[in-house]
């Protein structure tokens, strides 16, 4: 069975600039994540979506942060404008529940190292 | 909010050296509670879980035990291997809402031959 795909899997811009990530969860999974994970923290959530509805988006920051799942499969998590503090690795991840309170395991992609100048 | 907190690292340890990385909690209800480990180059991968108090999970000779008095999920192996080394975050699930985990900083285990 085929993971999560992620890309790229690194990208490097300068501040102010925008940058996107794509994500393809595992065949079936109707239930979507978006991490960020700084350097030297743990992954913290920033968007769950269940099939193509957002669930939880409390810590997206959405001045800058946006992010689709259009036909509930595929993702794009889009940044724009850029900052220096957006620099971190960027994790898909996803899981099978069919109902927004399900409890199924959560499978996570490669992730996208950003790099901010 | 609730939180969790790991031991800092890195831990170096050599070959069939014990190992014990604390990882304790804060939150309200009955949370589950997960190690992940994260192999260099790749994704999360889910090392064991507990979804209730006193319940034991384990995984290739890794165990952590639920402990609700001390709010603490301690992961442990007897015998490390060169191929255990990685970053390995403890994480909670909420009690209620949508699935949430939310992740300890990591800690980088080392194991030299």
């Known amino acids: 069975e085929a993971g999560v795909a992620q890309s790229p899997r690194y990208k490097i811009i300068e501040k102010r600039q925008s940058v996107a990530f794509w994500c393809n969860p595992i065949?079936?999974?109707?239930?979507l994540y978006w991490y960020q994970q700084i350097l030297g923290q743990g992954p913290k959530l920033l968007i769950q979506f269940q099939n193509n509805g957002v669930v939880d988006d409390s810590q997206l920051p959405k001045d800058r942060f946006s992010a689709e799942r259009l036909k509930g499969v595929d993702s794009t998590l889009k940044i724009q404008p850029a900052k220096l503090e957006d620099s971190a690795v960027y994790l898909c991840a996803s899981s099978f529940q069919k109902l927004a309170g399900g409890r199924d395991e959560q499978f996570f992609g490669p992730g996208t190292r950003l790099t901010v100048l | 909010g609730d939180s969790v907190t790991q031991m800092e690292g890195p831990v170096t340890l050599s070959e069939e050296a014990f190992l014990t990385i604390n990882c304790t909690y804060t939150?309200?209800?009955?949370?589950?509670l997960f190690w992940y480990v994260q192999y260099p180059g790749e994704g999360l991968q889910l090392l064991l879980k507990?979804?209730?108090?006193?319940d034991k999970g384990s995984n290739k000779g890794f165990e952590a035990t639920y402990r609700k008095e001390t709010t603490s999920f301690h992961l442990e192996k007897g015998s490390v291997q060169v191929s255990d080394s990685a970053v390995y975050f403890c994480a909670l699930r909420e009690s209620g809402g949508y699935n949430k985990l939310i992740f300890g900083a990591g800690t980088r285990l080392a194991v030299h031959p």
């Open positions: 507990a979804t209730k108090a006193d």
């Open positions: 065949s079936g999974h109707a239930t």
């Open positions: 939150a309200t209800g009955y949370p589950s």
